[in-house]
């Protein structure tokens, strides 16, 4: 059989794999290795043995790695359609709603909105479902909820069903759990699990009791671990003209009136997890004596706590009820984690269609499956905390960073170091390798400076003298530039106060490097007052906050792509989590410094364009439409997708304006009858013409306007 497979699914794991015979057949007559990967160590062997030029051997390599870039993508996004169409249910997993893809939280049976998978899955179920296919999304920051928790100085927390967890509790918060004793007796009957076959057995047993319970004139809440059965039940009730109601994710807006409803004489209510927690179910006087709510749970859940929240909606202060659950073999919980036994035993017993097993030990048995579900998910929970605490402690080095560039009391010193790290690291690497020529070349690139030591000096002096020396050289000419930019933005920002026309309170003021400009926020009046300082201030808390946020969005990126790569290492017998935490940490040092580097090159580079009191505008706090920002872990793009999108920006990018932070005009109001000229950017004809007439032809991008008169 395994012989005539396309591909493996394997539902324990949530994978799948593709046979040979699926890559055959997906690859068609045109390439046979279309979806095979190349051997990288054998094919670079292979080019090195040609003898070849070294630019013709970098040619083929880069070629080689390219190749091997574009099936890896290949191959992933085949594994994870195949995924999206076999291993993710609708009605199940998500829903659809308004031709958009909403991810259902198995826990709560909740819409979680703004969810997305990650790695191109959840792109794989729209296509599968034919709607519109959603852009990439970016991690501007993540944190667990362990981690999150952890920050409070004091935790505690009360919940119904604490005690199946207690392990996990002391484990990762040092937290004991204490069981207290019900306000009043439990009067609900809690009876031993019905083991079916089939399902289909066990659905008509379902409907059969409820139409039974009804007709005692109790109330009954059906238990449905998902939507799609959720529905299949309210069909057959409605055949069997049982009147219900149903709350599930895609009803959720009329919770509040079912659940009202829902403790009244023969009301049957079919819901998924979502009236499992925290409903509070009134009953009548009449229903109390008619033996209270009935329970009727259709599967058990990988949780034994939804378990215990479902059974816990009767019998609340000492009411009477009654709770059961119907169990299947062909349930997930049974078919992957429950034992044989279960299943052999009922052949032993050589039970018919219809007839069904009800004894603690098979309960026991079922409880035993979910224990094991429940253990291998504390394992995720607590591998995945041992990978985020190394990004905690990045985190905490990052997030302090950009407290001292927004509060500016420490920020002077920050520099200070920002400066000395990135002259030590130029001295070390450039007296490592003996290349004077470099080391002068990198201080002219990062300091605008000449070597403040001569190459014989270079030559004899230590790493940390020359660094020393670099430091004391590089921060004297800061500070006098520094003091210098300070004067010549003076006149400037003395002119826009002094002008009565003027009533701005915060302006921007446009710096640049030569190769890029930033927009710097200030106040006004403090500026004027200090002489033009709180303007050099706010440059340099600007430009480093502006700095650590974009290399920190990468660095994030990084990290979640290093996650996934380090899972091979089990292939070498090595633990994955210390691999990733010394390439992390490799990461993060070379992140430093390149956010150093940035910063110091831009703050010493950074200069008024001009003393044109025109660029400097009044800054505006725009009422932004709603910016789209999450505040869940959505999906982040790996490298080759990113490369893709950058390739779509750069073809869109002159069409499309960003959303920024404040309106800066860049140009005085130009006048609709004011003569201007503009030049064509084709030919390279200028002509002067009144603006409303140029404004059409500057719209469609043919001329651009180069001079006012």
């Given at each position: 059989?395994?012989?005539?497979l396309l591909f493996v699914i394997d539902e324990k794991n949530n994978q799948i794999?593709?046979?040979?015979?699926?890559?055959?057949?997906?690859?068609?007559?045109?390439?046979?290795?279309?979806?095979?990967?190349?051997?990288?160590?054998?094919?670079?062997?292979?080019?090195?043995?040609?003898?070849?030029?070294?630019?013709?051997?970098?040619?083929?390599?880069?070629?080689?790695?390219?190749?091997?870039?574009?099936?890896?993508?290949?191959?992933?996004?085949?594994?994870?359609?195949?995924?999206?169409?076999?291993?993710?249910?609708?009605?199940?997993?998500?829903?659809?709603?308004?031709?958009?893809?909403?991810?259902?939280?198995?826990?709560?049976?909740?819409?979680?909105?703004?969810?997305?998978?990650?790695?191109?899955?959840?792109?794989?179920?729209?296509?599968?479902?034919?709607?519109?296919?959603?852009?990439?999304?970016?991690?501007?920051?993540?944190?667990?909820?362990?981690?999150?928790?952890?920050?409070?100085?004091?935790?505690?927390?009360?919940?119904?069903?604490?005690?199946?967890?207690?392990?996990?509790?002391?484990?990762?918060?040092?937290?004991?759990?204490?069981?207290?004793?019900?306000?009043?007796?439990?009067?609900?009957?809690?009876?031993?699990?019905?083991?079916?076959?089939?399902?289909?057995?066990?659905?008509?047993?379902?409907?059969?009791?409820?139409?039974?319970?009804?007709?005692?004139?109790?109330?009954?809440?059906?238990?449905?671990?998902?939507?799609?059965?959720?529905?299949?039940?309210?069909?057959?009730?409605?055949?069997?003209?049982?009147?219900?109601?149903?709350?599930?994710?895609?009803?959720?807006?009329?919770?509040?009136?079912?659940?009202?409803?829902?403790?009244?004489?023969?009301?049957?209510?079919?819901?998924?997890?979502?009236?499992?927690?925290?409903?509070?179910?009134?009953?009548?006087?009449?229903?109390?004596?008619?033996?209270?709510?009935?329970?009727?749970?259709?599967?058990?859940?990988?949780?034994?706590?939804?378990?215990?929240?479902?059974?816990?909606?009767?019998?609340?202060?000492?009411?009477?009820?009654s709770s059961q659950f119907y169990v299947s073999l062909e349930d997930n919980l049974?078919?992957?984690?429950?034992?044989?036994?279960?299943?052999?035993?009922?052949?032993?017993?050589?039970?018919?269609?219809?007839?069904?097993?009800?004894?603690?030990?098979?309960?026991?048995?079922?409880?035993?499956?979910?224990?094991?579900?429940?253990?291998?998910?504390?394992?995720?929970?607590?591998?995945?905390?041992?990978?985020?605490?190394?990004?905690?402690?990045?985190?905490?080095?990052?997030?302090?960073?950009?407290?001292?560039?927004?509060?500016?009391?420490?920020?002077?010193?920050?520099?200070?170091?920002?400066?000395?790290?990135?002259?030590?690291?130029?001295?070390?690497?450039?007296?490592?390798?003996?290349?004077?020529?470099?080391?002068?070349?990198?201080?002219?690139?990062?300091?605008?400076?000449?070597?403040?030591?001569?190459?014989?000096?270079?030559?004899?002096?230590?790493?940390?003298?020359?660094?020393?020396?670099?430091?004391?050289?590089?921060?004297?000419?800061?500070?006098?530039?520094?003091?210098?930019?300070?004067?010549?933005?003076?006149?400037?920002?003395?002119?826009?106060?002094?002008?009565?026309?003027?009533?701005?309170?915060?302006?921007?003021?446009?710096?640049?490097?030569?190769?890029?400009?930033?927009?710097?926020?200030?106040?006004?009046?403090?500026?004027?007052?200090?002489?033009?300082?709180?303007?050099?201030?706010?440059?340099?808390?600007?430009?480093?906050?502006?700095?650590?946020?974009?290399?920190?969005?990468?660095?994030?990126?990084?990290?979640?792509?290093?996650?996934?790569?380090?899972?091979?290492?089990?292939?070498?017998?090595?633990?994955?989590?210390?691999?990733?935490?010394?390439?992390?940490?490799?990461?993060?040092?070379?992140?430093?410094?390149?956010?150093?580097?940035?910063?110091?090159?831009?703050?010493?580079?950074?200069?008024?364009?001009?003393?044109?009191?025109?660029?400097?505008?009044?800054?505006?706090?725009?009422?932004?439409?709603?910016?789209?920002?999450?505040?869940?872990?959505?999906?982040?793009?790996?490298?080759?997708?990113?490369?893709?999108?950058?390739?779509?920006?750069?073809?869109?990018?002159?069409?499309?304006?960003?959303?920024?932070?404040?309106?800066?005009?860049?140009?005085?109001?130009?006048?609709?009858?004011?003569?201007?000229?503009?030049?064509?950017?084709?030919?390279?004809?200028?002509?002067?013409?009144?603006?409303?007439?140029?404004?059409?032809?500057?719209?469609?991008?043919?001329?651009?306007?180069?001079?006012?008169?």
């Amino acid at each position: 059989v395994d012989a005539e497979l396309l591909f493996v699914i394997d539902e324990k794991n949530n994978q799948i794999e593709l046979t040979d015979k699926g890559i055959e057949h997906i690859s068609g007559d045109q390439d046979n290795n279309f979806f095979i990967m190349p051997d990288i160590g054998s094919e670079i062997a292979k080019i090195e043995n040609q003898n070849l030029e070294i630019e013709q051997e970098a040619e083929l390599k880069e070629e080689l790695f390219k190749d091997f870039s574009v099936k890896s993508e290949r191959i992933h996004t085949m594994s994870q359609l195949l995924k999206a169409y076999t291993l993710f249910e609708k009605d199940v997993e998500y829903v659809v709603i308004d031709n958009k893809v909403m991810i259902v939280d198995e826990q709560t049976g909740r819409i979680m909105d703004g969810r997305r998978y990650s790695d191109g899955l959840h792109q794989a179920i729209e296509a599968k479902e034919n709607v519109k296919i959603e852009a990439m999304t970016q991690t501007f920051a993540t944190v667990t909820l362990q981690n999150y928790f952890r920050m409070y100085n004091k935790l505690a927390g009360m919940t119904g069903t604490a005690v199946t967890e207690a392990g996990e509790f002391w484990e990762i918060y040092k937290l004991d759990v204490m069981e207290i004793p019900t306000n009043r007796p439990i009067a609900r009957d809690d009876r031993n699990d019905l083991i079916y076959k089939t399902k289909r057995e066990k659905y008509n047993s379902i409907i059969e009791e409820v139409a039974q319970l009804s007709q005692q004139g109790r109330p009954i809440l059906i238990g449905t671990t998902s939507v799609e059965i959720s529905e299949l039940l309210s069909r057959t009730l409605s055949i069997r003209k049982i009147e219900h109601n149903v709350l599930n994710a895609k009803l959720h807006k009329k919770e509040a009136d079912i659940v009202a409803e829902a403790g009244n004489p023969g009301v049957v209510t079919i819901a998924t997890n979502m009236a499992g927690r925290g409903t509070d179910i009134k009953l009548t006087e009449e229903v109390k004596k008619a033996g209270g709510l009935a329970i009727i749970g259709t599967e058990r859940h990988d949780s034994r706590r939804v378990d215990r929240q479902l059974r816990g909606r009767s019998g609340r202060q000492g009411d009477p009820g009654s709770s059961q659950f119907y169990v299947s073999l062909e349930d997930n919980l049974m078919r992957l984690f429950g034992s044989d036994r279960v299943a052999k035993m009922m052949d032993r017993m050589g039970l018919k269609e219809g007839e069904v097993i009800q004894h603690s030990m098979m309960t026991k048995s079922i409880e035993r499956a979910q224990k094991k579900v429940e253990e291998n998910n504390f394992g995720i929970r607590k591998r995945l905390l041992e990978y985020d605490d190394v990004m905690n402690a990045q985190r905490e080095v990052v997030y302090k960073r950009r407290r001292h560039a927004l509060e500016g009391d420490r920020l002077q010193l920050d520099i200070a170091n920002m400066v000395y790290d990135t002259c030590e690291l130029i001295a070390e690497t450039n007296k490592g390798a003996n290349d004077f020529k470099n080391f002068e070349f990198e201080l002219i690139k990062y300091f605008s400076i000449t070597a403040p030591v001569s190459e014989e000096a270079f030559t004899k002096l230590s790493f940390q003298e020359i660094a020393g020396e670099t430091y004391e050289a590089a921060y004297s000419y800061y500070q006098s530039k520094m003091e210098r930019s300070a004067a010549t933005a003076f006149p400037v920002i003395k002119q826009v106060y002094e002008d009565n026309s003027n009533k701005f309170e915060r302006i921007v003021v446009p710096f640049t490097d030569g190769i890029k400009t930033l927009n710097v926020v200030t106040d006004l009046q403090a500026a004027y007052e200090s002489e033009g300082k709180q303007l050099v201030t706010d440059f340099e808390k600007n430009i480093t906050l502006a700095i650590i946020d974009d290399a920190w969005k990468t660095h994030l990126r990084k990290m979640d792509e290093l996650k996934q790569s380090v899972q091979l290492a089990v292939h070498e017998q090595k633990d994955p989590l210390l691999i990733y935490k010394f390439e992390a940490f490799e990461l993060f040092k070379s992140m430093i410094e390149k956010v150093n580097k940035e910063v110091v090159s831009f703050l010493f580079k950074g200069e008024l364009p001009s003393s044109d009191t025109s660029e400097i505008q009044e800054a505006r706090t725009v009422r932004r439409k709603r910016e789209n920002l999450k505040t869940t872990k959505e999906e982040i793009p790996n490298s080759d997708e990113l490369a893709a999108q950058n390739r779509a920006a750069g073809q869109t990018q002159g069409r499309r304006p960003q959303v920024t932070e404040t309106i800066v005009r860049e140009k005085p109001k130009i006048g609709r009858n004011e003569r201007v000229t503009i030049k064509n950017v084709l030919s390279g004809e200028s002509k002067t013409i009144k603006y409303k007439q140029a404004e059409p032809l500057i719209d469609k991008g043919e001329w651009v306007l180069i001079d006012q008169e």
